[in-house]
């Protein structure tokens, strides 16, 4: 099974502000398949990024995806006040499908 | 508008049974894997179990191995979730996704359906 690590565990920015957060594998990711998901109270994930670098339908250009070997980064160019939330990465590409523990981007 | 809603939630004592449903609609739901993700209070995601496209093949997380039965029903666009033996940590929000069809990722989510396990 594939453990991602997912660090800070809590990040704390303004608004305007670029939040980079990072997530490592255990061992390499099949295909770089490693997506990344946003997920508010209450609500349900929403996918950001998935091939670890594509972005999906709709979301803005400010997150951005990249891979260096087993380490993977979502990077959030200019903090928007939308984007307080809690960002998951999984990867995709063995099984178990496994999930991080998640980063909480909160408002300083 | 593709759309997956959950239902059959609720409260159950340990030992007991559940069935959970997805209703799917605005998709091809027979061309796609579906899968049940589980999060439970203040917790983060977790994968619980996988069924390919034709219903022929399915996986599940070790800690619900032999308890818990995905199924689906093609015919009425729906994806199931049998839970049996249930304990006290598999209180959570259960949500049905969608695996984006060729590529794997998981594109369309519920908005989840609550089960809490308690006497």
């Known amino acids: 099974e594939i453990v991602l690590t997912q660090s800070p565990g809590t990040l704390s920015l303004s608004p305007g502000e670029r939040a980079t957060l990072s997530c490592r594998a255990s061992?390499?990711?099949?295909?770089?398949?490693l997506a990344w998901f946003q997920q508010k109270p209450g609500q349900a994930p929403r996918l950001l990024i998935y091939?670890?670098?594509s972005r999906a339908t709709g979301i803005p250009d400010r997150f951005s995806g990249s891979e260096s070997g087993t380490d993977f980064t979502l990077t959030i160019s200019r903090l928007e006040p939308e984007d307080f939330a809690v960002y998951y990465c999984?990867?995709?590409?063995?099984?178990?499908?496994?999930f991080g523990q998640g980063t909480k981007v909160e408002i300083k | 508008e593709e759309q997956l809603v959950e239902s059959g939630g609720g409260l159950v004592q340990p030992g007991g049974s559940l069935r959970l449903s997805c209703a799917a609609s605005?998709?091809?739901?027979?061309?796609?894997?579906m899968h049940w993700v589980r999060q439970a209070p203040g917790k983060g995601l977790v994968w619980v179990s996988r069924i390919k496209s034709d219903g022929g093949s399915t996986a599940y997380a070790d800690s619900v191995k032999g308890r818990f039965t995905i199924s689906r029903d093609n015919a009425k666009n729906t994806l199931y979730l049998q839970m049996n033996s249930l304990r006290a940590e598999d209180t959570a929000v259960y949500y049905c996704?969608?695996?984006?069809?060729?590529?794997?990722?998981?594109?369309?989510w519920g908005k989840g359906t609550t089960v809490t396990v308690s006497s």
């Open positions: 061992q390499s990711v099949s295909n770089s398949y």
């Open positions: 605005g998709f091809t739901f027979s061309g796609h894997w």
């Open positions: 091939a670890a670098s």
């Open positions: 999984q990867q995709y590409g063995s099984s178990p499908r496994t």
């Open positions: 996704t969608r695996d984006r069809k060729y590529y794997y990722y998981m594109d369309v």
